[in-house]
């Protein structure tokens, strides 16, 4: 009996796949060999984690329909494997260029080197793969976190300039091995050690979550007697760490300086509010940068192994500016 | 021994003080309370602060692992809870009004309830192993609170709502008092009637209860429903306490904390006797780990290798076993049994 069923439901199973299959096949057909001035890409997204990824996504798709591209999106949940899948599927339905944000650096050598022999160029969108061979892939484009740490550095410096007292720093960092995390600290770090008087007292992680900033923060109040400045990896934790400031009777902004990375729009409010007094921008926007880069790969032209974002950075009167227009 | 050092909370406790008192070493005021703005102030006001949700998800974890079970899904509970809250006040023509914010609590612990009675059906009528049951509403817990809020953090400016786990009464944390509220509501009606005998016999022996004639079928989904409920709770103060509601954080991975907290506090992970002090204790002792790390400067790199390291300590502590052994070695470290030891 289980054998009879189990037998149905694998044949069932079988022609759905082959129906996915034969859809498969017509839709490259009709784009990849029929429509030679459209340009196809594939695009492969690590997930929906964060209100960065979503903005992402969007500027991505609105960029493909306003640049005349025909994408395809795929969802990889957070999954290597389901990356590789879509990534496979795109080169069976022959579009003219793949994208994706990898979900980790490493184990893309096979599935990239399957798209090169495919002649299907490869463009690297906000993380970066550990691959030798730099040629699997034409470009990557994304953010520099270590500059991003440099920026919020140099603002530092800056902001403490001519003064000689020291300055008591505390740092709220992201998850622990995550590239933002590491390069946003390194990045920092290397700006403000050429002046002694600015000093790290105490740094832990915050998971890039407000919760966690909150709860770090707390604990840094007490345990810290002096704190000038606070350094968020990422504006989330900044906005839990200024309820903890809040709730210890000090003011955001003026009492404790605070810097942070994203410029979300949460971030911006606090930003204009004076809660906050510096946001380096790490921008999701990079969708049209990524259709013109399709377009000059797909024509043959040479591209720079490494696109950085256009991203800026805001003081709280740039930010109530930009505020009413800010997307995400 | 006298009956203290026998107690099974002994041993916690021991390690909580000495993880407070541990603190002192870098932060000199660590035990001073003081009022600020007319509330208290102080990092043992923290420690109890931060382990609010975390203590009503052990609460009812404890109810479930009693009954045999456990539940996964309370982290998902939690997000989803915390979300239908924010995006209903959200909604609201006047933030600010507390019918709205009532409603917006009831909604998120009635549908609390319900992804309890899901997980009690799933596990008792249709008879999934509770690990499996409940690691369905896991999943799909957090993705349809992700679905709610399209993945985005939704923030509220509703001052009703911020009182739930930010605000004070009488200088108390309102989330502390909540918390109180409901461990001693669980005490008075699990241990002053007979629920928590029936509960430890299900827990214990299935059958046996069974042809005692106990209706096990009511009383476990009535333990997932308890649970949910806590969960949602404890769901409305983690989203109260920083005004949003985040979906992909809200919970995640506490149901791992609550199942250790529980342990901790001495009940069995195979059913039968519980302890419900004991698990609110684990609770308040995790939460002083967490506060720990930060306060003596843990490097962020080592933080789950130095709690692991306190965890396992705790853990050996509690173990009667590893206590005789290290105590006996001590006393009498000539005595060594290898002359008994047949040929």
Not at chain 1, 22 to 51: L, P, R, W
Not at chain 2, 99 to 111: E, M
Request: glycine share 10%; aromatic share 6%.
């Amino acid at each position: 009996m289980l054998k009879k069923w189990s037998a149905a439901v694998l044949a069932g199973a079988l022609a759905v796949g082959a129906l996915a299959g034969c859809g498969g096949g017509d839709d490259a057909g009709s784009s990849g060999g029929g429509g030679d001035d459209k340009i196809t890409m594939g695009f492969s997204q690590v997930g929906a984690e964060s209100g960065w990824r979503t903005a992402n996504t969007k500027s991505i798709q609105e960029s493909a329909a306003a640049a005349g591209i025909d994408l395809k999106f795929s969802d990889a949940q957070g999954k290597q494997e389901n990356q590789i899948k879509a990534i496979r599927s795109f080169i069976a339905q022959r579009v003219d260029v793949i994208a994706f944000s990898p979900v980790v650096e490493s184990g893309w050598d096979t599935v990239l080197k399957e798209a090169k022999d495919a002649n299907i160029p490869v463009i690297l969108t906000d993380r970066s793969v550990d691959s030798q061979d730099k040629t699997l892939y034409k470009t990557f484009i994304g953010s520099d976190f270590v500059l991003e740490g440099k920026k919020a550095g140099e603002w530092l410096v800056k902001e403490y300039e001519g003064k000689s007292d020291p300055v008591n720093i505390v740092e709220l960092q992201g998850t622990p091995g995550a590239a933002p995390a590491n390069d946003r600290k390194a990045g920092f770090a290397e700006v403000i050690k050429a002046d002694p008087k600015f000093k790290i007292v105490a740094s832990q992680t915050g998971q890039f979550t407000r919760t966690d900033g909150k709860e770090v923060m707390e604990a840094f109040l007490k345990s810290q007697p002096k704190i000038d400045v606070l350094y968020a990896h990422n504006d989330d934790m900044g906005l839990g760490a200024i309820e903890a400031i809040e709730a210890a009777g000090k003011k955001p902004g003026t009492d404790i300086k605070i810097i942070t990375v994203d410029a979300v729009k949460d971030g911006m409010t606090a930003l204009a509010a004076g809660k906050i007094n510096y946001i380096v921008e790490c921008s999701p926007l990079l969708g049209p940068q990524l259709m013109d880069l399709a377009k000059k790969v797909k024509a043959g032209e040479t591209v720079e192994q490494r696109v950085l974002t256009q991203e800026t950075t805001f003081t709280q009167e740039q930010a109530k500016t930009a505020l009413p227009d800010r997307k995400y | 021994m006298t009956p203290l050092v026998r107690h099974r909370l002994f041993w916690p406790a021991v390690v909580l003080v000495l993880l407070l008192v541990s603190n002192v070493f870098f932060a000199p005021r660590f035990f001073t309370i003081t009022l600020q703005d007319g509330h208290l102030y102080g990092s043992l006001i923290d420690v109890l602060r931060s382990a609010t949700p975390l203590a009503l998800v052990a609460l009812g974890m404890t109810m479930v692992i009693a009954t045999g079970g456990i539940d996964l899904s309370v982290g998902s509970v939690m997000a989803i809870s915390g979300a239908v809250a924010c995006l209903f006040i959200g909604d609201l023509s006047d933030p600010g009004s507390v019918g709205g914010v009532l409603l917006a609590v009831g909604l998120a612990l009635g549908l609390s309830a319900v992804a309890g009675i899901w997980n009690g059906v799933l596990v008792s009528v249709i008879g999934i192993q509770p690990i499996i049951a409940t690691l369905i509403l896991m999943v799909a817990g957090r993705g349809i609170a992700q679905l709610l809020t399209g993945g985005q953090i939704i923030n509220v400016s509703s001052p009703p709502f911020r009182v739930i786990g930010a605000g004070y009464l009488l200088g108390v944390p309102v989330s502390v008092i909540i918390v109180a509220v409901v461990v001693a509501a669980a005490v008075l009606l699990i241990r002053r009637s007979a629920l928590g005998v029936l509960v430890e016999a299900v827990g214990a022996s299935p059958t046996a209860s069974r042809l005692a004639g106990i209706r096990a079928r009511g009383l476990t989904i009535m333990a997932y429903v308890f649970a949910a409920v806590c969960a949602g709770i404890a769901g409305l103060i983690f989203s109260s306490n920083v005004a949003s509601a985040d979906s992909n954080a809200a919970g995640n991975l506490i149901e791992l904390d609550a199942i250790l907290a529980v342990v901790i506090g001495g009940t069995a992970l195979t059913g039968g006797r519980f302890s419900i002090a004991g698990s609110v204790l684990g609770a308040v002792l995790i939460s002083a780990l967490d506060i720990t790390t930060y306060t003596i400067g843990v490097p962020a790199e080592t933080t789950l290798l130095f709690k692991a390291v306190v965890v396992v300590i705790l853990c050996l502590s509690q173990s009667a076993a590893f206590r005789a052994a290290v105590f006996r070695r001590r006393r009498t470290p000539a005595a060594t049994p290898a002359a008994e030891v047949p040929a």
